[in-house]
């Protein structure tokens, strides 16, 4: 199993600001993704963090509004940039632990931001 | 990933049994079928995982069909605390790491009476 901390829990911003998310967890994975849950909806996947290379992100979503970084195996961050009230959202960090996708995927609490 | 059906919301009394219908009508044969849920105010949790047969954990059942075009949860007595949106994903295993990513569809939202 993994236990992913994830800081802040929540924030205000003001719009034009930037916002960086941490991803902490207890030991070292494989995988690491970043989710966006916007409000009243499901998940949608921004990015695949990628350990010492830049991350692979999804279809509408981009590097310079979302940079993200991986410096090793336990620890992940998201920037969102440039914020505006759409960006207010749930943002989540998730892991894989093992390389095949038969095992389960641990998430974080989630980081809850509102943009004013 | 295959995509995958679910009713928008389902009700349940308290201590009596639910099952969780999902249809994926498109599932290949490299697909498993994972449930997860998410409580509010929470991150999505793990549930149940399958391909064939039925599982069963201390969580919950998954019962599979025998043409795999549909599965269902089974929570075997639900509780106050089993309130929350049911995602059923399937996953690919035959693609490696790049499989650990989840599409979530809109999922179930089960209400637990008291």
């Known amino acids: 199993s993994a236990v992913i901390s994830q800081k802040p829990s929540r924030d205000i911003c003001q719009r034009g600001t930037s916002l960086t998310i941490q991803c902490q967890v207890d030991s070292q994975v494989t995988m690491m993704f970043w989710y966006r849950q916007q409000p009243g909806q499901s998940l949608t996947l921004i990015a695949t963090a990628n350990q010492g290379s830049e991350a692979t992100y999804e279809s509408g979503f981009v590097i310079d509004k979302f940079p993200i970084s991986r410096p090793n195996l336990t620890f992940s961050t998201l920037t969102v940039s440039n914020m505006s009230p759409e960006d207010s959202s749930i943002y989540l960090c998730?892991?894989?632990?093992?390389?095949?996708?038969?095992?389960?995927?641990?998430f974080g609490q989630g980081t809850r931001l509102t943009v004013v | 990933d295959a995509k995958t059906t679910q009713p928008n919301s389902m009700e349940s009394n308290e201590e009596e049994p639910v099952h969780l219908p999902c249809n994926h009508s498109?599932?290949?044969?490299?697909?498993?079928i994972h449930w997860y849920r998410q409580l509010p105010s929470q991150g999505p949790e793990y549930v149940i995982h399958?391909?064939?047969s039925n599982v069963n954990n201390r969580m919950a059942s998954l019962a599979i069909a025998e043409d795999r075009k549909s599965s269902t949860l089974i929570l075997h007595r639900a509780t106050l605390r089993d309130a929350a949106v049911y995602y059923c994903?399937?996953?690919?295993?035959?693609?490696?790491?790049?499989?650990?990513?989840?599409?979530f569809g809109k999922g179930t939202l089960l209400t637990v009476n008291p």
């Open positions: 399958g391909l064939t």
């Open positions: 994903i399937l996953r690919d295993v035959a693609g490696g790491g790049s499989n650990y990513k989840l599409t």
């Open positions: 998730s892991v894989g632990t093992q390389l095949t996708g038969n095992t389960e995927a641990f």
């Open positions: 498109t599932i290949s044969g490299t697909d498993y």
